[in-house]
Structure formats: structure tokens, C-alpha cells
């Protein structure tokens, strides 16, 4: 009963002394960690460059542009549901969740849970590879309002449930179902023209694989950095 306590208590303070991020106009965020009102629909439209580490590619392909679409809906009670597109023929990555987030006074924090499927092919040169598999992101993040500028600071950790890869119509992969690593999102979102806001953001992964490097067909499991910039328009 007293380990019980000493569990419980703190939790039901935690409970009272926070509270659901208000319904708000936050047109202007999207990684900040604010529920918008319920049915508000917010959006964003940019690039991400993602470079690979050299013990993965060759130095011409170490770096990989792709197109970014993210969008969040508002619910009810400080739930969002969020989803991402990461575009580009070679790899693709479709990512969908939820987020509840909270004001903490100072800071508002939010928790979430995205479900990421991706794919990709390299058909193309004689090549006849393709690649898809299923990721989870779990995440928490904490973010700072001054005025019309927001820093938000994200944490996630890298679940692979699947990863499966065929060149021609043999198997070359089947794995999953483990931690591959940890990563952190550092994202500034501020007015950018008249009343247009930005983002813009770094995003360092710590891991054994990742989604962007399936074609390299790399074996060893040995935990690299790979460095994602971003940058987007908030519709």
C-alpha cells in the first residue's frame, strides 16, 4: 500500500496541476506543442535534407532532398491527430498519430505516438530493388512561446517493427521488431512574410537503420549519426 502510494500520489498532483493546452487559434504552430480548437485543420508544405553518413553511401549521394507535407486536426481535450508525408521516388514515408499536449506554465509539453509505413525503389540503371517496412516513433516534446516565436524541442525513440527488402524477386531482408535508436528534434517556428509563419528545424538520429539508407543494403548494425534539416511554410 505505501509503494502504491508513492506511486499514485505524485500522479494525481501531476494530473491537477496540469491541464489540457486550451482551444486556441494556433494557426501559427505546428510542431509547438498547442492543440488547436476541435476540427481546426493546420498545415505545413517544405523540404527536408536528410545526409547520409559515409560509412553508408557514396559522398555524391550523402545528401537527399524530399518533399515534406505535415498536418495536424484538432480534437477535443488537448488531442491532436497528426500526420506526415516524406516524399521523394526513391524512399517514401507515410506517418500517422496522435499528440495530447499540455501547458505547464513556463513551458507546454505535449506526448505522442506516430506509425510510420514506408517504401521505396531503385528501378532504374540496370537496378530492380525495392524496400518497405513499418516504424514506431514514440515521442515527448517541451516547447517555449516568446512573443511569435516557438521553440520546440522533440525526443523519440525508433521502433522497427519490419524491414523488408528484395532485389529482383529475391529477399535480401526481413528483420525488426527492435529498438534501432534514438533521436531529437530542435524546431523554431516564427513569422516568416506579412502573415506567413516558417519552421525551421534540425533533426539528429542516433541509429542502426534508417528508412533513407535502405538501398545501400548496408549489413552491420553498428549505431551511425544521421542529420536531417527542415524547413517549411505553414499553410
Not at 500517422?96 to 513556463?106: E, H, K, N, P, Q
Not at 516534446?141 to 527488402?165: F, K, M, N
Not at 549519426?225 to 527542415?230: F, G, H, V
Request: aromatic share 12%; hydrophobic share 45%.
Amino acid at each position: 500500500m505505501k509503494l502504491l502510494r508513492s506511486i499514485l500520489l505524485p500522479g494525481l498532483l501531476l494530473l491537477i496541476g496540469v491541464r489540457s493546452t486550451p482551444a486556441q487559434s494556433a494557426e501559427e504552430w505546428l510542431y509547438f506543442p498547442a492543440a488547436g480548437a476541435a476540427g481546426e485543420l493546420r498545415g505545413a508544405v517544405g523540404l527536408r535534407m536528410l545526409t547520409l553518413p559515409q560509412d553508408v553511401v557514396e559522398e555524391e549521394i550523402n545528401k537527399a532532398p524530399s518533399l515534406d507535407v505535415r498536418g495536424t486536426l484538432g480534437l477535443s481535450h488537448g488531442v491532436d491527430l497528426t500526420g506526415e508525408a516524406i516524399l521523394q521516388y526513391v524512399t517514401n514515408q507515410f506517418r500517422l498519430g496522435a499528440r495530447w499536449s499540455c501547458d505547464l506554465g513556463v513551458v507546454s509539453a505535449a506526448a505522442g505516438y506516430d506509425v510510420a509505413l514506408w517504401f521505396g525503389f531503385v528501378d532504374f540503371e540496370g537496378f530492380d530493388n525495392r524496400a518497405n517496412g513499418w516504424t514506431h516513433y514514440p515521442y515527448i516534446s517541451v516547447g517555449r512561446r516568446t512573443g511569435d516565436i516557438g521553440v520546440t524541442v522533440r525526443g523519440e525513440a525508433i521502433w522497427l517493427q519490419a524491414v523488408r527488402s528484395f532485389a529482383g524477386d529475391n529477399e535480401v531482408r526481413n528483420t525488426g521488431n527492435r529498438l534501432a535508436g534514438l533521436a531529437a528534434t530542435a524546431i523554431l517556428e516564427q513569422p516568416f512574410w506579412k502573415n506567413t509563419h516558417a519552421l525551421l528545424g534540425v533533426r539528429l538520429a542516433w541509429t542502426d537503420f534508417h528508412y533513407q539508407s535502405w538501398f545501400a543494403f548496408s549489413t552491420f548494425k553498428r549505431k551511425l549519426l544521421y542529420s536531417e534539416l527542415i524547413f517549411g511554410i505553414l499553410l
